[in-house]
């Protein structure tokens, strides 16, 4: 999820190969030895004459003498090309011919600027997905209300995030003892350049040497002040407001408008953000992506598209919300048994479950944030693959569990195991391969059957089954990076792999660093979401009146039904006669005297 900008350290695997191109970038001398190389500095690092340097260097060979005495002469398109490319020299996490042939020239910025747009619009196209669903869930009475809840989850999260969450996640120095735990600028975006100001056509603006000079020890990390951008902040505005969604599900048909939202503004502004900069911020304690020392545990913590820092975040709140907003009357008997309460269209239900995997193609693939160099295009695909997979083993194993269990197939119960296979594979879905994409969804779908049971025995009461598909099923998706982030798939998607799956022989590391994550994820968002929604009961604000409840709160808050109890006058239902068989059609009568109906269409 985080930008894969050249803000790591150089990781080389043959140092000469990488003098040698210092050699050729920064000096015009092309005939000393290794032992005599000194590095100028470039007079400028705007791109024209950046570009302007390079071409006239790929007019002549260079000469290194190695350390063992070797004389080596190459021109320099084999150097990039051929030398580079054999020998793995890394720079954060992308072939160094490759970042440079990719950087090294504007048109890839826009074409990676224009990919994660259409990302950012694919996700936030999902809410029409969540809308859909949870229209579809609950009684005909409630359509609008759960409808109006994701319109605050969009309107208050925004403005939420714009306010305070991107500086919670994104806005922290290097310079502050702080930065860990959270970030203190870009509060309002104040601050936050309109493109990354580390990068000119793709290279760092405050000289090149300072990247290059400390090889093969390694480079600085730019300020995280200095690398923030309107589109980073967009795209991670959106993860936000859908965690913020998943809430709603659990609480819908009787939580108050007022007490929703005041709970959305906590959730975007505060427990969201703190998390996220833990896991995805260069200057996070916790994550893979970490810049800022070594990485927790010596491995980092893997959630590349949010199973947990969205979805199990959204998850966990649900369930704290489902428990204190306590359950829909008539949903527990006077034995104390639950009692099932339908949606009232499946119809619905499978219309936002199918928009739902159509967005999922921005979630998952789109945070790779770029597509233009053929490492990160190997990424995305995998990412896209995995996120096509996994849904589809899920939804075929809920066939056959409710086959077994209930002796039917469950259309929503397969619609929520599709959208847990998807929740699943959002963290594992770059780092494994596709056969584990398959495991992935199957045991996304047992977590969310034995989830649902689970949720029963307790006697929550929640409507969409938040609790068991976000949080339950994101948990799963965390544990199957440990089980199964192949080596080399994590280096492509992170630049390195000290550790991966316990069961692709990577040891225990990264699977002991996932649980701890599981941990921390769990106690951060239950103490937080614990408090927010205690002082919202105690102030009486949490939940609407029995008698709105028993109305309907489309009638006893909106302003009149979702579907209205009848259609005026001159649109009943009326009856046309053709062939003494009649037909009913919801026309006036003038159009019905228009209609002629051939006798082999009527009904008998």
């Known amino acids: 999820m985080t930008s894969r900008c050249p803000t790591e350290k150089f990781s080389v695997s043959n140092p000469h190969v990488v003098w040698a191109f210092k050699n050729f970038l920064l000096s015009s001398d092309s005939n000393r030895s290794l032992e005599e190389f000194s590095l100028p500095r470039i007079k400028s690092c705007e791109k024209d004459s950046l570009v302007e340097q390079m071409t006239d260097l790929g007019n002549f060979n260079i000469t290194v003498t190695t350390s063992s005495g070797n004389t080596v002469t190459a021109n320099i398109a084999d150097i990039i090309v051929s030398a580079l490319n054999s020998t793995k020299v890394q720079y954060s996490g992308v072939p160094l011919y490759e970042w440079l042939i990719g950087n090294a020239f504007s048109s890839t910025n826009g074409a990676d600027t224009m990919f994660a747009l259409y990302a950012l619009y694919l996700v936030f196209f999902m809410h029409l997905g969540f809308a859909m669903l949870t229209a579809g869930c609950v009684r005909a009475k409630n359509a609008k209300n759960a409808c109006m809840l994701l319109l605050i989850d969009w309107a208050v999260g925004t403005l939420a995030y714009y306010l305070f969450g991107y500086g919670f996640a994104f806005g922290a120095k290097p310079s502050e003892g702080a930065r860990g735990f959270i970030g203190s600028h870009f509060f309002a975006m104040s601050g936050v350049p309109t493109r990354d100001a580390n990068l000119i056509s793709g290279f760092p603006s405050n000289e090149i040497i300072g990247y290059f000079s400390s090889l093969p020890g390694g480079a600085r990390a730019p300020a995280a002040d200095d690398s923030g951008s309107w589109g980073n902040m967009l795209f991670q505005w959106s993860f936000c407001i859908t965690a913020a969604a998943i809430v709603s599900g659990s609480v819908c048909e009787r939580v108050s408008v007022l007490g929703y939202t005041i709970f959305s503004f906590w959730m975007t502004s505060w427990i969201y953000p703190v998390y996220e900069h833990w896991v995805w911020d260069s200057f996070g304690w916790f994550g893979a992506v970490k810049s800022d020392g070594p990485l927790f545990a010596g491995s980092g913590y893997i959630d590349y598209a949010g199973s947990g820092v969205v979805h199990t975040i959204g998850g966990v709140a649900a369930l704290w919300g489902a428990i204190f907003v306590g359950p829909r009357i008539g949903r527990i008997d006077s034995n104390g048994k639950m009692v099932p309460i339908p949606g009232h269209s499946s119809v619905l239900v499978v219309l936002g479950t199918m928009i739902l995997i159509f967005g999922w193609y921005g979630f998952n693939p789109g945070s790779a944030l770029a597509i233009s160099l053929p490492s990160q295009y190997t990424t995305v695909m995998r990412c896209a693959i995995n996120t096509t997979i996994a849904p ?192 009913q059609y919801g026309m006036t009568k003038e159009e019905q005297q228009q209609v002629v109906i051939p006798s082999s269409h009527l009904s008998a």
């Open 392 to 583: 589809a083993a899920a939804g075929v194993a809920s066939m056959i569990i409710t086959r077994i269990l209930y002796k039917n197939y469950d259309v929503n119960a397969m619609c929520n195991c599709i959208i847990g296979g998807l929740v699943a594979i959002t963290a594992p879905c770059s780092t494994i391969e596709n056969w584990a994409a398959v495991i992935c969804g199957v045991g996304a779908a047992i977590v969310y059957h034995v989830g649902c049971r689970v949720e029963q025995w307790l006697k929550i009461d929640d409507p969409l089954d938040a609790v068991s598909v976000h949080a339950l099923c994101g948990n799963w998706g965390l544990i199957v990076v440990g089980l199964f982030a192949a080596r080399d798939a994590r280096y492509a998607a992170y630049g390195s792999a000290p550790a991966w799956g316990a069961f692709m022989g990577g040891g225990g590391d990264l699977l002991a660093c996932q649980l701890i994550g599981i941990c921390i994820l769990w106690g951060w968002v239950s103490a937080m979401s614990i408090f927010m929604f205690s002082i919202l009961k105690y102030f009486g604000i949490l939940r609407v009146s029995p008698e709105e409840e028993m109305e309907g709160l489309d009638t006893s808050k909106h302003g009149g039904a979702c579907y209205p109890p009848d259609f005026p006058e001159e649109y009943k239902l009326k009856s046309i006669v053709d062939n003494d068989e009649e037909v």
